[in-house]
Antibody, heavy 124, light 107 residues
Framework: EVQLVESGGGLVQPGGSLRLSCEASGFTFRDYAMSWVRQAPGKGLEWVSG???????????YYADSVKGRFTISRDNFKNTLYLQMNSLRAEDTAVYYCAKLAYGDSPDYMDVWGKGTTVTVSS | DIQMTQSPSTLSASVGDRATITCRASQSISSWLAWYQQKPGKAPKLLIY???SLESGVPLRFSGSGSGTEFTLTISSLQPDDFATYYCQQYNSYSQTFGQGTKVEIK
């Protein structure tokens, strides 16, 4: 069964840091591009960042303007794990963060598998 | 960034009704559009990709159409399980964007 399991969320103070992880199983992780998408409480979906897979693995990285310079996406194909390092966190970063598998090896593309999400709360 | 605008924001309908949701892009995205369904407290689920291709396992009552800047998601006969929020997403540009969502509620 194809599965994505996020972890690492929690409560952090403004200006703090957090690292999210997403462990993948049931498919050849290195072959696919991956993304992070977030959803603030009561709001819609916002694409956050994407990273290429396949022959481009890790070489192509993209960020939303709202997180550029503060968040860093990375992947470990040996551990089948996607990461999101979040620094200089702000209250507006409070959201459920979803890990998503893209349909092919590079971004942009549609997201055919989603994790259940991990909640990040930025508050003093 | 490409802006995606969905209408309506809320759609009230009954079981058996035909439901139509529109998504407009601020510039042409060819057919690089996906539709997702999300239920409260759950992750989004892919329904349609490349504007009109049905994801495996998705019921045939769901269909998508359109190209360029105007797209439509149609549910031919609403079932109780279909009451949820629906999002379109463009993947024409590296900065992918979602529509604001359409909540389909029971009338």
């Amino acid at each position: 069964e194809v599965q994505l399991v996020e972890s690492g969320g929690g409560l952090v103070q403004p200006g703090g840091s957090l690292r999210l992880s997403c462990e993948a199983s049931g498919f050849t992780f290195r072959d696919y591009a991956m993304s992070w998408v977030r959803q603030a409480p009561g709001k819609g979906l916002e694409w956050v960042s994407g990273i290429s897979g396949s022959i481009y693995s890790g070489r192509n990285i993209y960020y939303a303007d709202s997180v550029k310079g503060r968040f860093t996406i990375s992947r470990d194909n040996f551990k089948n794990t996607l990461y999101l390092q979040m620094n200089s966190l702000r209250a507006e970063d409070t959201a459920v963060y979803y890990c998503a598998k893209l349909a092919y090896g590079d971004s942009p593309d549609y997201m055919d598998v989603w994790g259940k999400g991990t909640t990040v709360t930025v508050s003093s | 960034d490409i802006q995606m605008t969905q209408s309506p924001s809320t759609l009230s309908a009954s079981v058996g009704d035909r439901a139509t949701i529109t998504c407009r892009a601020s510039q042409s995205i060819s057919s690089w559009l996906a539709w997702y369904q999300q239920k409260p407290g759950k992750a989004p689920k892919l329904l349609i990709y490349k504007a009109s291709s049905l994801e495996s396992g998705v019921p045939l009552r769901f269909s998508g159409s359109g190209s360029g800047t105007e797209f439509t998601l149609t549910i031919s006969s609403l079932q109780p399980d279909d009451f949820a929020t629906y999002y379109c997403q463009q993947y024409n540009s590296y900065s992918q964007t979602f529509g604001q969502g359409t909540k389909v509620e029971i009338k």
